[in-house]
Each structure stands twice: as C-alpha cells, then as structure tokens.
C-alpha cells in the first residue's frame, strides 16, 4: 500500500499571484547525479513508482524554504517561479523538512531556513552584527514608540523578519490585542490609531505562524477591531465587527457534523473578508508582501471542497432536500446558494480535481436537480440554479450533451433541461436581457462542434446535432419566425429586436459550424426569407443582425443554398434595404456593398447572373464604388463563355501559364495566341464584332479599374500597358441597355414583385449580342456608345492593351481601315447570339 506521508500536491504560482496544481504524486529526497546534489523528487502517483516526473529540484544550500501550516513547504526557484509542496500529512510534511534543515545545516525547529536579503552590503553588515530585535514592553505609553518601530522594519527584509520572530515568540499579538481591549473601554482614540498602523504591519510581515494565531478563534474578531480604526477615518470608525456578527449569518442548510469543518468555513470566510473589506488596498510594494495571506485563503478552500466532497452523507442529503417536493420555496432557494458557492469554492481547484468534483456531483444528480429549480417560478432561484449551469457547461459540456440526450428518450420536448434554459432565455424580463445573453453564451457552448467528442463506436457531433435540431431548434426560432408572419415585422420595439439579435447570433453560429442540419432546416423552413424581413426594422443593429446571416451562408459558396436565394429571389430585400438607406454613408451601406462585393471577387456564378438579371436596372447608377459594374463586367464575361466556347478553352490555357517564370518561354506562348486569332480572322469569324476606331482608342487602356478585368486581360496587360491618360470609366453596357423602357421600374410590393424583377419588358433583350437588339453590332445603335470594352482582340477590331513600339503605325492602319470599310458580317454577329 502506498505511504500516504509522502502524498503531495505540487503547485506553482502564476503571474496573477494565484496557485496552479501541477499534479499529485509521492515526494522523496535523494542525490541526482545531474544536479549534482541532493534533490527533491515528486513522481505522479497515477503512472505508479516509475511514473513521469512532477518535480525535480535540487536543494540548494541558499535558497529560503518556509514550512507554512504544518503542512506547507514553499520556496522560489528562480525570481519570478515559486514553488509549494501541500502534503496530505503533517508527518510527511516534518520528515522532508528534516531532510531539507540537513541539507542547509539548519535546525528543523524553525519556520524559514534563509533569511530574504535584498539590502546594500552595508546595510546587510551592521544588521548580521546586530543581535535580534528587541521589542519595546507592551504597554499603552509605548504603542507610538512600536508603530514606529513596525514601520521602519518593513522595507527591510532581514529587519522584518527579525521582527517577525520577535513578535512571534514573545506571543506579541495577544498582548497587543488585550491593549485593544483596554483602548476601546477608555476611547483611546490616539491608542487605537497605533494599533491600527501595528497591526497592519504585522500583516504587512507576510508570515504564516502570525496568521494561524491572529486568525484563531480567539483573536480574529479583535484583530479585525483593530483594523476598523484607520486615522485617516478619524472619529468615525469602520463597524466590520458589526457586520460579520450581526448582518452576515452562517446557516446551515444542511447540518455540517464536522465541528473541524466548520471551524474552517467560518475562518475562510472571515479572511477573506479582511482582505477585500478590512485591508486598505495594497501598493504596488505591498502586493507581494501579502502573498502568504492569499495562500492561506487559498489552500483553504482547497481543504473546504476536499472534506465536503469526501462527505457522501452531506451531499446526499442535500439533492435530496433540492429535488424533494415537500421542500418549502425559502428552503430550496438557501439550498441552491449553498450549491452555487460550493461550485464557485470549486473554481479554486486545478483541472484533475475539478473534473473529480463536477464528477460527483453529476453521480449525485445534480442535472435532475437543477432542471427541477429551473421549472420554479422565483426569479432568484432561476438566476442561482443557471449559474450552477453554466459551471457545468463551462468545465464538461459533454456531460450536459450525454443527460439531455438520455431524458428526451423518456420526457416530452417542453420539459427538456435544454428547452427549459431555451425558454428563459426567450423570456427574459430584463430591459437588457443581462439572462438571455448568458443563457445564449451556455447554448453556444452546447451546439459548438469544437468542443465534441468523437470515439471509434459513436460520434458526439452527429448524435447530438440530430437531437438538438429534432427537439430544441423550433423552440429556438419561434420567436424569429412569430415575428415575421406575411412578409412583415409583427413588434419592432428595443426589447424584442434585442432578443431576435441574440438568437441570430446563435443561428450565424449553426451556419457557419454545422453542415447539412442547418442547411435543411432553413430551405425546409424558409428561414432566410424570414430573417431578411428584419432588414426592415428600425434598429439598424437587428437589420445588420440579418445581412450577417446571409453573408454567413453565402460565403459559404453552396449551390444548394445559392439556389435557395436565387428561386425565392432573396435579394430582393437586401437591394430594398439599400436603396432605402439612400445616400447615407453608414454599416448599412457598407455592409450591403461588401456582400455584392464577395460575389463579385469570389466569382459566384450563378448569384453574379441573377443579380444583374433581375437588379440592374435599380443599381446601375451606383457610381461611388466600381462593385456593381463589376459585377455586370462578370455577367458579360461569362456570357461570352457560354457563347464562345473556344475562347473559354483559351482562357484555360492562359490561366495554366499564368504563373510561368521564364520570359522567353512567355513571349512564345502569346505569340501563338496571336497566331491562332489571325488564322481565324482569315477564315472570316472574330471572336468578337470590331468596333470603330474611336471605340478602340477611347477603351484601350487598362480599363476603369484593373480589378475589373478577367484573367485575359491581366495576361495581356503585364506585357505592356497603355499610358494612363487614356484610362476612363467604362461607359454604360449596351448588353442591358436595349432594355431600356419607361415602364420597367423596380418595384417591391404586391403580387407583381417577382415579375417586375426577373423578367425583362418585351423590347428588352438579355442577349447583348442577339439580333435586333439596340446594342448589337448589326443595329444602328451600335458603336462607341452601345459596345463594351472587352479584352479579347482581332486584327479587325484591336483593343489597346497591348502596346508594341515597333508595331504602332501598322496596327493603327489596319484598325483604322477596318473600321471605316467593313461592316461586322451577319455570321460573326450569329455567332455571338448562338
């Protein structure tokens, strides 16, 4: 069997100046051939004698060990790495502490094997050659003389610590306590102020034997009276005393039969109030000087939660008590504040012991438990039991995932423990919805695929996702979709738009984390459409809540869901949105603009043709930004495609080389570019109707904006560009504006929308090349106003993105002819509309 002496904790302390658990393992001592000395070794008592190294540190013969509580070693490695050994037993504790003393010469009697010294050699002289301290008699007309004495001691380490020992083993504190005593019954006032910057200086000493006797049954109370009489309050002292007897009452929930327990809860508590209440704040010199005290709080509630948890009677009596109905409503609530401090008690531990925490108390029942105080009316009761909630989901979300997924096999959806946490959130009462915004954090945790666990037999992610959107996500939505029955926002007021925000958010989170769940229940449901009738309302953050959401799914890039949008014709809101915000320069605006943008860029096919198809017309005079129009420069390009599918099978080849490195290599291959036009010129088709010579001057540079042009264009222009002077905004495409027609107006109400958006009047034509139409090269209307520019060259017809100097005059000749002798032929024009 293992010797429990030796069972220790290992921590050690963090920047916050709290203490982190390394891990529990049995300590020995021995000499390291590596280290060269004897050493300290901690191995985890999990992979057994020959288990991995927690600790090894050498003892160095200078460093300053300090034994705390019996049961405490804590030193400092380095200047900024200290280091604590918790033992299970005060013998384990002695006999290292043996060992330690040994090593350094000392003798184990004492408390610190080092003396801290941090002062000049000078300083450090007079003091080594100085005897102890001696303490002036504690007495009522020596108190000034002490306090003086406290304070110029605490700025020297080796002087305070002679002070401490002084004070320590004269039994200081009682004295001075008893002088306390007699200050209160004369209204000593001057008396009481000494006191006061004494006993703060005795804090202030950061030592653990002074704290177990100031903290004692016996002497706490006193001490915290000392502390109520700061000078700087004068004549009107603090009333902690009152307080902590009168106001703050211990109840026992559950009757705690360990008196040594007990004793332990009221002192935890009491110090921990000194240190947030009685203390003054420390400075930044003082901070480090109170370290043993946040120790002492902590190892401390460490011990609580230890003797609570090993306590099955307790615990069983308490969930008992909570889920007993005879329980009365002030007894349930008292028994739920218990719980929740016990959790937050928890918050102490390092994750090994945490796990084994929230483990106990799950096998006890805990989730049954709180889903019967979350059906409770009272409001606070609700409010304690989902913080106890949001412990559990914080630290083990699995837990949570695997009950709620047991009970719906046996309850109806309404009283599922997460619909229940649903439904709070959805009705929320507070203005600012503080609940709602937790509870929403908590589901967020729950739905979140990152945090699942996936084994060989099963899969979290699909098990739960399956259930939640089976039986929690109707819930979820009902208030989005209550809320937008017939196209139409049914309450726009603050409280209700912050709520339909929250649970977008929520929904963003589905879209962008979880795959076809989501994707089938907004087609099956229609939710987009819903969502996007909130674009309407008047609190823009709801209507920018909306945009995200779409944004989300069509940054996805799914056909499925771009299909959804184009057979509903869901942009039709979002262009409403953005003509209704006008001019205004707001997240509106550029949210709108970003989201034809992505479609832009990324080259969406299919939403690029039904945005220009439907909404050009209403946006083609947006000139302040270059999207729309790029937009349409896309539409044109893929229509060529569909038109030419040579030239498509050329841009393949182009795009292939795009990246060669070698010059030469580069050279070749668009000269055989050029030498495929001509041998195709020759055979009497172009690639695209010439157009004037006016036309191809006019458009000849690089175009209105490079981000516009398609990859020809970039592999033409890196040859050589046209200067820029001959740069220009691209004009008005002749491809829509033979749809030209005073009775074609965007409109968004009634049974006429869908029509009025998709389909063309009769005299338009969506084919900017078809016979007939008034930009097609055959009409009259064609020419430097009705054609775009385009980057695809013939040596009919050549757009000046390629520059050579030894072929100016020659190509200027040829364009010139070609454009004032030749009308484009009937065949080349059918080719384009074919």
């Not at 550029?590 to 220009?612: C, G, N, P, Q, W």
């Not at 030209?740 to 049974?751: A, D, I, M, R, V």
Request: aromatic residues 8%; hydrophobic residues 35%; charged residues 30%.
């Amino acid at each position: 069997m293992t010797d429990t002496r030796r069972r220790v904790k290992v921590y050690t302390l963090n920047e916050d100046r709290q203490w982190d658990d390394r891990g529990t393992g049995h300590v020995s001592s021995g000499y390291v051939e590596r280290l060269k000395g004897m050493s300290l070794l901690v191995r985890a008592e999990s992979d057994g004698e020959s288990g991995s190294l927690l600790l090894e540190s050498k003892i160095n013969p200078n460093t300053a060990y300090q034994k705390q509580q019996d049961t405490l070693i804590v030193w400092s490695e380095a200047e900024n790495y200290d280091l604590a050994l918790s033992f299970q037993e005060k013998a384990g504790c002695d006999e290292i502490w043996e060992k330690i003393c040994q090593v350094q010469g000392k003798d184990p009697s004492v408390d610190i094997t080092q003396e801290l010294v941090d002062e000049s050699e000078e300083e450090r002289f007079d003091d080594m050659s100085s005897p102890g301290l001696e303490l002036p008699p504690c007495e009522l007309g020596r108190l000034e003389e002490l306090a003086e004495l406290v304070a110029s001691s605490l700025p020297s380490p080796l002087r305070r610590e002679k002070l401490a020992l002084a004070v320590e083993n004269e039994g200081y504190i009682r004295k001075l306590l008893e002088l306390f005593r007699q200050c209160e019954d004369l209204e000593n006032a001057d008396g009481l102020h000494h006191l006061y910057e004494i006993v703060k200086g005795i804090f202030l000493l950061n030592r653990t034997a002074l704290f177990e006797v100031m903290f004692s049954e016996e002497c706490i109370m006193d001490v915290i009276g000392c502390l109520e009489h700061d000078p700087v309050l004068g004549a009107a002292p603090r009333r902690h005393r009152d307080f902590l007897t009168k106001t703050a009452r211990f109840k026992e929930v559950i009757p705690i039969g360990d008196p040594e327990l007990r004793a332990k809860i009221h002192q935890t508590y009491r110090v921990q109030y000194i240190q947030d209440m009685v203390l003054p704040t420390p400075s930044v010199f003082e901070e480090n000087m109170l370290s043993t005290l946040h120790s002492f709080i902590f190892f401390n509630k460490v011990e609580i939660v230890g003797m609570l948890q090993d306590d099955e009677k307790f615990l069983t009596d308490l969930f008992a008590q909570l889920t007993d109905e005879a329980t009365d409503d002030d007894k349930r609530y008292e028994l739920v504040n218990f719980l929740k401090e016990f959790c937050a008690f928890s918050q102490t531990l390092q994750p090994q012991n945490r796990e084994s925490f929230f483990k106990t108390l799950s096998n006890m029942g805990i989730l049954p438990a709180l889903e019967v105080v979350l059906g409770m009316d009272d409001v606070q009761v609700r409010g304690a039991a989902t913080d106890i909630f949001s412990y559990l989901v914080e630290y083990n979300p699995s837990m949570v995932r695997e009950f709620v997924m047991q009970e719906s096999q046996q309850n109806d959806d309404d009283i599922l423990l997460i619909n229940l946490i649903i439904e709070h959130m959805i009705c929320d009462t507070d203005p600012e919805l503080g609940g709602a915004v937790q509870l929403m954090g908590l589901l967020r945790t729950l739905v979140d695929p990152e945090n699942m666990l996936a084994t060989a037999n099963k899969t979290e992610k699909t098990e739960f996702l399956s259930f939640f959107y089976k039986h929690c996500m109707h819930i979820l939505s009902a208030p989005l979709l209550a809320n937008t029955t017939d196209d139409k926002l049914s309450k726009d007021d603050f409280q209700t738009s912050q709520l339909l925000a929250l649970i977008l958010e929520l929904l963003t989170f589905c879209v962008e984390h979880h795959t076809y769940h989501i994707k089938n229940y907004i087609i099956n449901k229609d939710v987009l459409r819903r969502v996007l009738v909130l674009t309407a309302s008047q609190h823009a953050f709801l209507a920018l809540c909306a945009l995200r959401f779409m944004r989300r799914i069509i940054g996805l890039k799914d056909e499925f869901y771009n299909r959804y949008i184009i057979r509903n014709f869901l942009f039709e809101p979002v262009v409403k949105a953005f003509l209704n915000n006008g001019a205004r320069y707001n997240l509106m605006n550029s949210a709108i603009i970003e989201m034809f943008e992505y479609v832009r860029v990324e080259d969406v096919k299919s939403l690029t043709a039904h945005i220009v198809e439907n909404y050009w017309k209403a946006l083609e005079d947006v000139n302040y930004v270059q999207t729309f129009k790029g937009l349409k420069l896309r539409y044109e390009q893929q229509r060529e495609r569909q038109d030419n599918p040579k030239l498509d099978s050329m841009r393949s080849i182009l795009r292939n080389h795009r990246f060669r490195r070698d010059a030469r290599t580069l050279d070749d291959d668009e000269e055989m570019w050029f030498n495929a036009d001509e041998d195709e010129l020759e055979d009497g088709e172009a690639v695209v109707p010439p157009s004037d010579n006016k036309t191809t001057k006019s458009s000849g540079g690089a175009g209105e904006n490079e981000d516009l042009m398609d990859p020809i264009s970039k592999f033409m222009e890196r040859k050589k560009l046209k200067d820029s002077d001959e740069k220009e905004v691209l004009g008005k495409s002749s491809s829509l504006s033979g749809r030209q027609s005073p009775s074609f107006k965007l409109s968004f109400s009634g049974s006429t929308t869908k029509t009025s958006l998709s389909s063309p009047p009769p005299s338009a034509s969506l084919h900017p090349g078809s016979p007939g139409s008034p930009g097609s090269p055959g009409s009259p209307g064609s020419g430097a106003k009705g054609s775009p520019p385009t980057a695809v060259t013939t040596k009919g017809g050549l757009v000046g993105l390629v520059d050579y100097p030894d072929d100016d005059e020659e190509d200027e000749e040829d364009v010139s002819g070609e454009s004032k002798e030749e009308t484009p032929p009937l065949s080349k024009k059918s080719k384009l509309s074919s």
